[in-house]
């Protein structure tokens, strides 16, 4: 009995599947055509300028940092802080002897995101531009009496609606919100590459982010105001900041001397390794709390913060008895050193742990970056 009722079975199967074989592919083409429609060791040493290196020649190995032979000197300069942050005076010399002049390619590519739109209806993006700054408008959306629009950060510097010379735009219109809900905003720095775009919310979270917006001096202890894209960072530190040195190699040293010096100081080298230049800043900040100092190291990537994702750096303080060590990946000098020092992402040490490295008032500093 248990055969034929299965025999059975498969029997009406046979049956149904005759009967709805015809309508199942056409719900079957139905269903996949609207889905496929769907759319070793170089050195350098943070000083004075001095004419051995001037000429390309190589120094001594400075006493402080233990277990160098013969390697080569770069020089550069304690920066001191001022108030206000005011960049002290700096020796002569060109940063060209020895920095790396020619621009070198990125060598990653940037895959395209799954929120790059191309359908954006520019009638409907019209709406959105303010007429004072020409940027897309985000809610909340104001309104003057004949309808017209401004943007929130324009509206205060307003004494009166710049199209129709009527009041301030102050009635909230709703609707518009609520259109601006279903469109996708290009980014603010379209014009400069990026080619993202996103609803209202997340449209202000990129750009404070977003790798096409300026990149501003990466200079620390400077009062340097200038910005521009990152291909032209290196030739502004070529041209304006020729004290910092730039050393290649993955692995090098770093001496900063005269730490000692009263006040906030910064020192600054370059590094430059696989195809890109590392910023390596060592900033001593007063604590007016307490009156200690405190020390910070850090690595910054003249690139993009997904650039730096591929990147991992160590410092290390050490002699023959002592060793103090930090690994992570560098910042982006988008972010810059203040960034990294508030959120503890940097190597930190007091002034006496400063001094028990310290040599005749010197802080080398072993630097190896490796890619991940």
């Not at 055509?33 to 170089?42: E, Q, S, T, V």
């Not at 750096?313 to 560098?330: I, M, V």
């Amino acid at each position: 009995m248990v055969i034929v009722l299965i025999q059975s079975t498969l029997e009406m199967d046979r049956v149904n599947q005759a009967r709805y074989c015809k309508s199942f592919e056409v719900y079957t083409y139905g269903l996949f055509d609207g889905i496929l429609n769907l759319k070793k060791r170089p050195f350098a040493i943070v000083s004075k300028m001095s004419n051995e290196f001037k000429q390309g020649n190589s120094g001594t190995t400075p006493a402080a940092v233990n277990g160098q032979n013969n390697p080569t000197q770069g020089v550069a300069t304690p920066q001191q802080k001022t108030v206000g942050r005011v960049q002290g005076s700096t020796p002569s010399g060109s940063i060209s002897n020895s920095v790396t002049t020619q621009s070198v390619a990125p060598q990653f590519a940037v895959a395209t995101p799954h929120n790059v739109t191309h359908n954006a209806n520019p009638e409907v993006l019209s709406v959105f531009e303010c007429p004072v700054c020409m940027d897309y408008m985000m809610p909340p959306y104001l309104q003057c009496q004949s309808g017209h629009l401004v943007c929130g950060n324009c509206r205060p510097k307003l004494t009166c609606c710049p199209t129709c010379r009527g009041p301030v735009p102050s009635v909230r219109n709703l609707v518009l919100e609520k259109i601006a809900n279903t469109v996708m905003f290009p980014c603010k720095f379209a014009g400069s590459g990026c080619p993202l775009t996103f609803s209202h919310v997340e449209k202000v979270e990129h750009e404070e982010l977003c790798e096409f917006r300026p990149y501003c001096c990466p200079c620390p202890g400077a009062s340097c105001k200038w910005q521009g894209s990152l291909s032209e960072v290196m030739g502004h530190l070529m041209k304006v900041h020729k004290s910092i040195t730039t050393l290649q190699g993955e692995d090098i040293v770093f001496l900063a001397t005269d730490i000692n010096l009263p006040g906030a100081v910064d020192w600054v080298m370059m590094q430059s390794c696989f195809g890109y230049h590392f910023m390596l800043v060592l900033e001593k900040q007063e604590k007016f709390q307490d009156g200690n100092q405190m020390f910070y190291a850090v690595v910054q990537l003249i690139g993009a913060k997904k650039e730096s994702e591929n990147f991992m750096y160590r410092l290390e303080l050490a002699t023959h008895r002592r060793r103090f060590s930090w690994e992570a990946s560098p910042r982006s000098i988008h972010e810059g050193v203040a960034h990294a020092i508030s959120l503890s992402d940097c190597m930190a040490f007091d002034s006496q742990t400063a001094q028990l490295f310290a040599e005749n008032g010197n802080l080398g500093i072993n630097v190896t970056i490796s890619m991940v």
